[in-house]
């Protein structure tokens, strides 16, 4: 599986739009892109998915440029609510064993 | 509907003991998965389980295993119980073995290893 890299944490106003970035160099022709939120003390929740271009859903959208050697997740006016940590996973759609880095702490302020 | 639930939410046990966690999948999911979250990591994986057969198994020892039963609940077992063990203990179904990146998480089994 391919290994990713993102920032260990990001600070954020409310209303403001956020962007993580995620860098997988070393992404397969046939993996695809996930991304995933935790709250503390709760399991993760699958947020979105994408294989290349643009993937939008209620939540958030997903960037992935032609080169698919790295992607962004755009959270758009985020509230305190979206202080989360985020993680992105890169791996072939049905593998079913999930490879979680460490992720991204969002934290939003007022 | 029902999300995944486990019991129990939290357990406090000795070094060398033996525990036992649980899961129920979501209605109609077939396939469970067990994770180990220790504070501060993502979650890593343990084992998978899909109509009653382990289809993956994570780098955890041998004193980590797990079943599922008939109606698709799961049971994880962690023997000689060791400090490192203290973890949040995560279960997940999923719809189908494959076809989808997406697995529904429950709340998980806070383990205390004194």
């Known amino acids: 599986l391919a290994k990713t890299t993102q920032p260990i944490s990001m600070d954020s106003y409310e209303g403001q739009e956020v962007n993580i970035t995620c860098s997988h160099n070393n992404i397969a022709t046939n993996d695809y892109i996930t991304w995933y939120q935790q709250f503390p003390s709760q399991g993760p929740r699958f947020i979105i998915q994408g294989y290349k271009t643009k993937v939008t859903n209620e939540v958030a959208s997903l960037f992935i440029p032609a080169d698919r050697k790295s992607s962004t997740l755009s959270l758009p006016r985020v509230s305190l609510s979206d202080t989360a940590v985020y993680y992105c996973l890169v791996g072939v759609e049905g593998y079913s064993t999930l490879t979680f880095g460490k992720g991204t702490m969002l934290l939003v302020s007022p | 509907d029902a999300g995944v639930t486990q019991s129990p939410t939290h357990l406090i046990k000795t070094r060398g003991q033996h525990v036992t966690l649980r899961c129920s999948p979501i209605s109609g999911h077939k396939s469970v998965s067990w994770y180990q979250q220790v504070l501060g990591q993502g979650p890593q994986f343990i084992f998978q389980y899909y109509e009653k057969e382990e289809r993956g198994r994570g780098n955890f020892p041998d004193r980590f295993s797990a079943r599922q039963f008939p109606n698709y609940s799961s049971e994880l077992n962690v023997n000689a119980l060791l400090l490192g063990d203290s973890a949040l203990y995560l279960c997940?179904?999923?719809?189908?073995?494959?076809?989808?990146?997406?697995?529904?998480f429950g709340p998980g089994t806070r383990l205390t290893v004194t």
């Open positions: 997940a179904s999923s719809f189908i073995n494959s076809g989808s990146y997406e697995q529904y």
